[in-house]
C-alpha cells in the first residue's frame, strides 16, 4: 500500500530493546527491524531508537557523534549521547526514509548480554530501560525543537518500551514537540512483562499514585507492560487469535483483565518473513535450490540433510523440529511421541536448545533410535535452514504461540507444518479437512489439545496423506503459494495508526 496522493508520509518513531541486524535475542528484533524498513519503503519517515549495546560497538557499523542530551535518571540527570547508527541493511532505497538511534550510557547498555548474564537477570533491569525510556523521550522533543520532526506515532514493543507510552500521557503530557503524537504498544509475548519490586517504583519519576492496580502495580510489584497496556493509545499484538486468546485467563499471564478492559483499541497482526534470507530458489546454504514449480532441489537437500546428520539414506518421511527447548513450545509432548512414532519407518531431527532436562531427553533419544532420530543442541542458522528446506514436515506443538516464525518458513520451503491450533499458528496454517483440502486451501495439520495423543493422532492423519504422493504435493504447493511478505503486515499497521491519529486520544480527554 503505498503512499496515494492525498494521503501524507508519516513520522513514525519506533523504540524498541532488540533490532535486527544490531542486536537480536529474538523474534522481537526481526519484527521491529523488519517492520521499519517496510515503513520507509512505502513512504514513512521512521526512526527506530534501541540502547548502545556492546555487540553493536563490536560490529563497527559508522556512527555519528550524535546530540548531548540531559536525561533525568533515577539519581539525577546523566547527559546521554545519542547517535545515529548507519547499518546497511537498515538502509531505505525508495520515497521514505529510516534513521536508527542508539542511546548511549556504556554502565548501562555496554555489557555483555542484553538482559542478562549466565542466566541471571541484571539487578538493575528496572533502572537501565527506565532511564532508555525517558532518553526517548527526550529525544523526541530534541528532533522537534531542532528539526521541527513531530513524531506522529510512538510505535513501542514489549516491555522494555513500554514507559515511553506513560511518559507521553504523564510526565510529558503538553509538549509542543509531543502534542501530535500518538501511542502503540505491540506485545510480542505476554510472558515477559518487566516486574520489579515495588521500591524500585521511584526509579520510573512518575508519581506515586500511578502505582495502584488501575496504572502500574500488579499485585504488589512494578510491571512495565502493564503500564504501556494502560496508557498506550493503541495496542496490537502478533496475531488476531493471540489477540483474543490473551483476554483470558489460561494465556493472559495475570493481565487479562487490563487487556479486556482495552479490548477496543487491541488488534492483532500477524508477522511477515524475510523473504529475501528465507527464499528456497536462492538459500545459500542449501546443496540444491527449489521453488513450487520443481520440487527436485528439495529432495536433494532432504539426502543431503540426511547425510549431514548421519541418518539413514530412506524415502521416509523425515520430521524437522527447530525451537527452544521449553514447555512453551510443547517439546515436552514431541519427546512423549517419539517412542510411538518410532514404530513407523519415519526419521526425526531436533534442533534446539534449551532447558537443561530437555536437552538430556531429546538426546537419549536420539542415541536410543541411530539413523533414525538425529538432535543438535546448538544454535546453528545454517542447519535450521537446511532443515526447513529438507524435512518433509515440520513440527510446532506449542502451548502458546503469539506468531511464531518457523511455521512461516515451513510454508515458504513447502515443509508441511503440523501445529497446535493456538495464537498465530491457528491463523497462518489452514488444517487439512476433506473440505479445505477440497478447496486447495489446506496448508498443514492442527490440532487442539494440548497432549501428547492429540499430536500423535494429528501426525498420523499427516503420516496418512503423505503416502498418497499427489494429495501431498497439492498440500506442499499450496503452502509454498501463501503471501508471507510484510508488505500485507505493514499496510494493516498504517491503516491502524492513521485511525488513531484521527481519533482523538482517550486519554487526552
Ligand atoms: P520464538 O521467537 O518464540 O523462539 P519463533 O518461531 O517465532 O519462536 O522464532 C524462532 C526462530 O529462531 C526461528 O527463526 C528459528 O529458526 C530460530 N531458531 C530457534 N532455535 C534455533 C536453533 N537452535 N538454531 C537455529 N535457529 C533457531
Known sequence: MNLTPDQTPLKICMVASEVVPLAKTGGLADVVGALAVEFAKLGHDVCAMLPAYRQIDELGYRMTDGVVLSVPG?????????????APPLHVQGPGRLRVFVVRHDPYFS????YQEAGRDYPDNLDRFVYFCRTVMEMLIHLGEHEGWQADVLHVHDWQAALCAVYLRTLYQGRPSLSRTRSVLTIHNLGYQGLFPSAQFSSTGLPLHLFTPAALEFYGHVNMLKGGL?????????SPTYSQEIQSPEYGCGLEGVITERKRVLSGIVNGIDTENWNPATDQYLVA??????LAGKARCKKALQRELGLRPLKWPLLGV?????????????IDVLPELMELDVQVVILGTGEPHY????????????????????????LAHRIEAGADMFIMPSRYEPCGLSQLYSLRYGTVPIVRKTGGLADTVVAYTPKTFKECRATGFSFTDSSSASLLTCLLLALSVYRKKADWQRLVRTGMAQDLSWSRSAATYLQLFRDVIDRKSERQG
Open 74 to 86: 533515577a539519581h539525577g540527570s546523566i547527559d546521554t549521547r545519542v547517535q545515529e547508527v548507519f
Open 111 to 114: 555489557r555483555s548480554g542484553l
Open 230 to 238: 494502560v496508557f498506550a493509545d493503541l495496542l496490537t499484538t502478533v
Open 289 to 294: 535450490s527449489y521453488d513450487a514449480s520443481d
Open 322 to 334: 527447530i525451537a527452544r527447548l521449553t514447555s512453551q513450545k510443547g517439546i515436552d509432548l514431541v
Open 359 to 382: 536437552e538430556q531427553q531429546v538426546g537419549e533419544l536420539a542415541q536410543r533410535y541411530p539413523g533414525k532420530i538425529a538432535v543438535r543442541n546448538v544454535f546453528d542458522e545454517g
